[in-house]
């Protein structure tokens, strides 16, 4: 059923844009979900309520506004074992999605001894990641082995999965229109976006050095959300500083991705 038919407020824009099918040579559905990471159990089993469904996450950046790493700074209860603002991105798609297509950059080595062992965690490495955000993306859609896609930034740790869940109720009229779909709250557009896997191949040929958003303005369906976790991301150090009370000039909470082994 399609989300206008389920009540789903949708708005279409449409520009003329022809694209080919994306070729896909498998389709694994089998996974198992972490729902916390750092020294807690990671053989928990993935959400029954898991879609068939990769998400894109991006992890490739160097920060710049942060001035520190800012996927591997703490954040929420520590209790368990270290918990960063990527272990949080990660937990919450995959509360939805089935597997997660982690595309690094900056520091990659680390992300690689972090998360390699997570079955539903499959790293890829962007060498051009200093090109800016289009890189990645598409290196991540290059590995997309789904019908869809979600396409998502690795410091936005509060959405959640019903963000992931309104999306994909328009899915039928994203590939019906070859349409991405953008969730927007109070006139701001954010995150996850989801495409069809027959937009990838004319992303993938595309301008490289151009912004997602105007290789994706052919046609966009906005979905009206009241959830500003959509753009609620951590990159600057006020943003830190008001989430969690840690003042990044306090040298103590750098440990947070040196002293940690799991």
């Excluded at 206008?4 to 407020?9: D, I, L, N, Q, Y």
């Excluded at 906005?222 to 976790?229: F, G, K, R, T």
Aim: charged letters at 20%; glycine letters at 6%; hydrophobic letters at 35%.
């Amino acid at each position: 059923m399609s989300a206008a038919r389920k009540g789903v407020s949708l708005s279409i824009e449409r520009r003329d844009c022809t694209v080919n099918r994306h070729s896909k040579t498998s389709k694994n559905t089998a996974c198992t979900e972490q729902q916390a990471f750092g020294k807690q159990d990671i053989n928990e089993p993935t959400s029954e309520y898991s879609q068939p469904v990769d998400c894109v996450v991006l992890a490739a950046g160097l920060s710049s506004r942060m001035g520190e790493w800012k996927l591997q700074l703490p954040l929420g209860d520590q209790s368990q074992g270290l918990r960063t603002i990527l272990d949080r991105s990660l937990t919450h798609a995959l509360s939805f999605c089935h597997r997660v297509i982690l595309v690094t950059g900056h520091r990659s080595d680390e992300l690689f001894e972090r998360y390699h062992s997570r079955d539903n965690i499959h790293l890829v490495f962007n060498p051009d990641y200093r090109q800016g955000l289009t890189s990645s993306v598409l290196t991540g859609l290059a590995h997309v082995s789904s019908d869809f896609a979600f396409i998502t930034h690795g410091d936005l740790p509060f959405l959640n999965r019903k963000n992931f869940s309104t999306l994909w109720s328009a899915r039928h009229d994203a590939a019906r229109n070859k349409c991405a779909v953008f969730p927007i709250c109070n006139g701001q557009s954010g995150h996850p976006v989801l495409i069809t896997d027959s937009m990838i191949p004319a992303l993938l040929n595309a301008d490289h050095n151009r912004p997602m958003k105007q290789l994706l303005k052919h046609c966009c369906i906005h979905i009206p959300v009241s959830s500003p976790e959509i753009y609620r991301d951590i990159d600057t150090p006020e943003a830190y500083l008001a989430e969690t009370g840690i003042s990044l000039g306090v040298q103590q909470y750098r440990w947070a991705y040196n002293n940690d082994s799991t």
